[in-house]
Every structure is written in C-alpha cells, then in structure tokens.
C-alpha cells in the first residue's frame, strides 16, 4: 500500500470547517483513500472513503486532487466530539488487501 | 444496532499468566481481526479469520493465538503475557477481504500486564 503523509496536529475551532490534509504522492490507480478517526480510549470508526471522485456522507466530504495525490477531509462544522487522531489510509482494492496499514495520523483538537 | 463487541473493556492479568479476549460481531461479516495498538501507535494487524481460513501477519509472535468458533465470535489467547504486550486490542470485522470492504472496530479491550 502506497505511504501517506498528514501533518501531526491541528487546531480548529468549534464551528468551523476542519480541513485534514493528507499526502499520498505513490497512489497506485488502484488504490482506495479511506479516512478512519480514533477518539480517545476508543476504537478506530470508519469515515468515509474514495477511489477518485468527491465524496460526501453525513460525517465528512472527501476532496481527493485530479492527480489523486493528496485528498482532503473537510468536518464542515467542527464540534468538540470531533476531536480525536485521524488517519488517512490508501488501500488497493483488490482482494488480498485486508490489512489497514495505519500512519501517525493528524491529531484533530477542537478550540470551544 | 448491528455492532461489534469486545469483552471486557479493561483486562489486568499477570505476567505469564494467560488472557483470553473475546469479540463478537451482529454483522454477520466474514472476515474478523485483531490488531495490536500499544500507547501512543498506531493499530497493527495482527492476525485475520476469512469464515474459518487463519491468516496470520509475518511478524506476530507466536504467544499470540487466536480462536474462530463460529461466525460471530472471535478470541484473542495470549498464551503467556509479557509485560510488552500490555496495549489496547481492537477487534475489527469486514464482509470480504477485498479493499473496498469497510472494516469496522469494536471499543477494544485495555490489557494491562502486572
């Protein structure tokens, strides 16, 4: 799976739209951007995902570049439970890539 | 709500002592995993059931076991626990291996090795 890079921390305040940015330079044509988050002492939940268009569910939007080398994930109105370390995780879609091969992620704090 | 479960959420046991760590899952997926994440890292694989095919990763140290007895539960048995092998364990599953099948992760379980 082809390596990502996200920065280690950002602040955002309470309201705003949260932009993650992510760095995936060596993504294969067929390989997946999946956003995941991890909130303190929890378990790691499931965002959302893309292959080369926008997506858009009722967590987050995905915005992924034409040269499908950087993606951002946009929380369109932060709020404190949105705080929590997110990984941005490229993924082949063939079968055989079970395994989600976690970075460092982004520690997202959110500013009341 | 269709969801996966661990038990128990904390687990303190003694060094060789051995620990058994149970998922289950409403999902009905076939495929379940166990990853490893010690403090401050990130989750890593150590191990899959596709239905009731093992797939153990490379580099998982033997002490680690693991358990399929039928679609909806799975066990962790650490056989004899090391002080190294306090972490959370998180127990994921997905309805194929393919990679655009969404894992989903129970709350993990808190080891803690005295």
């Known amino acids: 799976d082809a390596k990502t890079t996200q920065p280690p921390s950002m602040d955002c305040a309470e309201g705003r739209a949260a932009n993650l940015p992510c760095n995936h330079s060596?993504?294969?044509?067929?390989?997946?951007v999946y956003w995941y988050r991890q909130i303190h002492s929890q378990g790691p939940q499931y965002i959302i995902h893309g292959l080369k268009n926008n997506e858009t569910n009722e967590m987050a939007s995905l915005i992924i570049t034409e040269d499908r080398k950087s993606s951002t994930l946009i929380l369109p109105h932060a709020t404190l439970r949105d705080t929590a370390v997110y990984y941005c995780?490229?993924?082949?879609?063939?079968?055989?890539?079970?395994?989600?091969?976690f970075g460092t992620g982004t520690r997202l704090t959110i500013i009341p | 709500d269709a969801m996966v479960i661990q038990n128990p959420r904390y687990q303190v046991t003694q060094f060789g002592k051995p620990v058994t760590l149970s998922c289950s899952q409403t999902l009905n997926h076939n495929v379940m995993y166990w990853y490893q994440q010690k403090s401050s890292q990130a989750p890593k694989l150590l191990f899959h059931?596709?239905?009731?095919?093992?797939?153990n990763e490379a580099d998982t140290p033997d002490n680690f076991q693991s358990r399929r007895p039928n679609t909806s539960f799975c066990f962790l048995d650490i056989r004899s626990p090391g002080l190294g092998d306090a972490a959370m364990y998180l127990c994921a599953t997905s309805r194929g291996r393919q990679g655009t099948d969404t894992q989903y992760f129970g709350p993990g379980t808190r080891l803690t090795v005295l």
């Open positions: 059931y596709y239905d009731k095919d093992f797939n």
């Open positions: 060596t993504i294969s044509g067929n390989e997946y």
């Open positions: 995780i490229v993924r082949a879609l063939n079968f055989g890539n079970e395994k989600l091969t």
